[in-house]
């Protein structure tokens, strides 16, 4: 059965420090990998999209990397701002990417 | 936001009553879906469409139908709806940029079924 598992399942982290969130996914045929951003009460928001061939994208303070030999994500957050309190979604399109399979999400707290 | 509307946002309904939900985009885009959200869960596909009158079944379609008489409207519609239907509805497009296949989601519809 496809897939997705993220981790942790919540964190707290203060403001300016580093986070790293983890996925990691059963999903075959493979397509793509992508994170969200869900802010409470909002639609998730795209950050990045990755490719099989693709083993890490940038977007701002948000770094994904792709290890799709290990079917391991991870969504780095580099100097944390309390706007980044949100849940994190990984994604795993399936076949020809119109199949999304979501992870159930990391629910990250930047504290003051 | 690509343009998709979601409404109503908030709804509290009875058990066994009906309920439709609308999603409204204004781009012209062909595949529309319907998701829930629970906790503990990821997003689950309910059912989706790739064409007016084109839909098709998801996951968790069991208790919901959808119609899309216009490429702009996709409905959800809860027959008779139950407790275990309280959730948070999404829409979502998809639409390809850049080689690959992106998705937007709506803002969101809150319904409690009491």
Redesign the interface.
Not at chain 2, 32 to 46: A, E, K, N, T, V
């Given at each position: 059965k496809n897939q997705?598992e993220q981790s942790p399942q919540s964190l707290i982290i203060l403001e300016g420090k580093n986070c790293t969130l983890q996925c990691n996914y059963t999903v075959s045929p493979f397509?793509?990998l992508?994170w969200y951003k869900q802010d409470t009460?909002?639609?998730?928001?795209?950050l990045t999209?990755m490719?099989f061939s693709e083993n890490t994208k940038s977007n701002g303070r948000y770094t994904a990397t792709l290890d799709a030999d290990t079917k391991q994500s991870s969504l780095h957050i580099t100097a944390s701002q309390l706007s980044d309190s949100a849940s994190y979604?990984c994604?795993v399109?399936e076949g020809?990417?119109?199949n999304?399979?979501?992870?159930?999400?990391t629910r990250l707290s930047v504290l003051p | 936001?690509a343009g998709?509307t979601q409404s109503p946002r908030h709804k509290v309904t009875e058990t066994g009553t009906p309920v439709t939900l609308r999603c409204h985009q204004t781009e012209n885009h062909r595949?529309m879906y319907w998701?829930r959200q629970d906790p503990?869960?990821?997003?689950?596909?309910i059912h989706y469409s790739y064409g007016v009158k084109d839909t098709d079944k998801g996951e968790v379609s069991d208790g919901y139908s959808v119609s899309r008489s216009k490429t702009e409207d996709f409905l959800l519609t809860l027959e008779s709806a139950t407790s275990s239907q309280t959730s948070v509805y999404?829409c979502?497009i998809?639409e390809e940029q850049g080689g690959?296949?992106?998705?937007?989601?709506?803002?969101?519809t809150r319904l409690t079924v009491v």
């Amino acid at each position: 059965k496809n897939q997705v598992e993220q981790s942790p399942q919540s964190l707290i982290i203060l403001e300016g420090k580093n986070c790293t969130l983890q996925c990691n996914y059963t999903v075959s045929p493979f397509s793509n990998l992508r994170w969200y951003k869900q802010d409470t009460g909002r639609g998730p928001v795209s950050l990045t999209i990755m490719t099989f061939s693709e083993n890490t994208k940038s977007n701002g303070r948000y770094t994904a990397t792709l290890d799709a030999d290990t079917k391991q994500s991870s969504l780095h957050i580099t100097a944390s701002q309390l706007s980044d309190s949100a849940s994190y979604i990984c994604v795993v399109s399936e076949g020809y990417g119109q199949n999304f399979v979501f992870g159930p999400g990391t629910r990250l707290s930047v504290l003051p | 936001d690509a343009g998709i509307t979601q409404s109503p946002r908030h709804k509290v309904t009875e058990t066994g009553t009906p309920v439709t939900l609308r999603c409204h985009q204004t781009e012209n885009h062909r595949y529309m879906y319907w998701y829930r959200q629970d906790p503990g869960h990821g997003l689950r596909l309910i059912h989706y469409s790739y064409g007016v009158k084109d839909t098709d079944k998801g996951e968790v379609s069991d208790g919901y139908s959808v119609s899309r008489s216009k490429t702009e409207d996709f409905l959800l519609t809860l027959e008779s709806a139950t407790s275990s239907q309280t959730s948070v509805y999404f829409c979502a497009i998809s639409e390809e940029q850049g080689g690959h296949t992106e998705a937007f989601f709506g803002q969101g519809t809150r319904l409690t079924v009491v």
